[in-house]
């Protein structure tokens, strides 16, 4: 089989990364410029200092990632890049960067949604996984339930109403005193807590009508929230863990029953699961748990796969490349979202 390249660029929040990636599934490298602590101190990502941050190291991480992988620009087969959903100013860098590349290379260019690119992150982990599968996308900006029947036909189940999980997370840590990003930490603590010592509520749980796999974390945070302000007006001492076990057990309880909830709906067999909360424990517990119960294959990328990168950018705009699915350079467009709706 020819070896196909594809250089990816991912600059949609505070990442600045850029990798190379053969035939789709072969990471050849995946390097990442982490703006964590530039951010840490303002306790969130400063949109301004983001993109100006991506502009100091757009340049240097291409040509890094490059070098690892023993290949030249010449030898790149096709050009992808995320170009949404993401911050405007950071999301311009990348796109910026690739338009460049590939009208001065004469390759094509290949615009990734982020959403796609955090499920197509399990395809570089477990080189068996097919479709079709139901992919729960949860993240800092997004808790979405995709069906994905094939690599370039994918299918919106429902997503967040208003918070997404990670942001709920963040928002919750940074209240308790947590440095961002928080999700992390609350994980961490929640192990020893007890999930069980308070009774935050299930946002959004309903299973039936057109809303059952939709999600809503805003009440559960404002719940967490009252609880802690409420506790300090009465100088009551607050147990960090179990508060911490206790929201973290409201956020996954739900996560996993709508997502067993859709695969059931929809007859597959497997469950994936991307975006940085993929990453927290907690969820990668029970949805084992669950998965093994009711007979489903459950899959999930290493954390470093979680986490914004450009390898997944890369495996995802790999098959729009086979389905010569290009942005039109002289049009000087970028390609919509693929993502279907039900």
Request: hydrophobic residues 45%; charged residues 15%.
């Amino acid at each position: 089989m020819t070896q196909s390249l594809t250089l990816a660029l991912e600059t949609s929040c505070d990442e600045t990364s850029a990798a190379v990636v053969a035939n789709g599934r072969t990471i050849l490298a995946n390097i990442i410029s982490s703006q964590v602590p530039t951010h840490q101190k303002f306790g969130g990502v400063v949109p301004e200092i983001a993109s100006r941050k991506h502009i100091e190291n757009v340049i240097p991480v291409i040509e890094q990632a490059l070098s690892e992988a023993g290949t030249t620009l010449a030898d790149i087969d096709a050009i992808g890049v995320t170009y949404g959903p993401g911050l405007v100013g950071a999301l311009l860098v990348g796109v910026a960067t690739a338009k460049t590349l590939a009208f001065a290379l004469n390759k094509p260019l290949i615009g990734v949604n982020h959403l796609e690119g955090h499920i197509f992150a399990n395809f570089l982990a477990h080189k068996e996984l097919q479709p079709p599968f139901v992919a729960l996308v949860v993240s800092g900006g997004h808790t979405s339930l995709i069906h994905l029947k094939d690599y370039n036909e994918l299918v919106l189940l429902g997503q967040t109403r208003d918070d997404a999980a990670g942001e709920a997370f963040d928002k919750i840590a940074r209240v308790m005193n947590f440095p961002y990003p928080g999700g992390p930490h609350i994980d961490n603590a929640a192990k020893q807590g007890n999930p069980q010592a308070i009774a935050f509520p299930r946002a959004f749980a309903v299973q039936e009508g057109e809303n059952k796999f939709a999600f809503s974390f805003s009440g559960l945070k404002s719940a967490v929230l009252n609880y802690l302000n409420s506790a300090k007006q009465r100088e009551e001492t607050v147990s960090i863990p179990d508060v911490a076990a206790s929201f973290q057990a409201a956020v996954v309880d739900v996560l996993v029953m709508k997502t067993i909830m859709a695969a059931e709906q929809v007859g597959v067999d497997k469950i994936v699961l991307a975006g940085g909360v993929a990453a927290n424990s907690s969820l990668q517990s029970e949805m084992a748990a669950r998965t093994t119960e009711r007979g489903f294959k459950l899959f999930y990328p290493p954390a470093v796969l979680c986490t914004d990168n450009a390898a997944m950018i890369a495996c995802r705009a790999y098959y729009q490349y086979l389905a010569k699915d290009f942005a039109d350079l002289h049009l000087n467009a970028v390609p919509s979202l693929k993502l279907g709706c039900r």
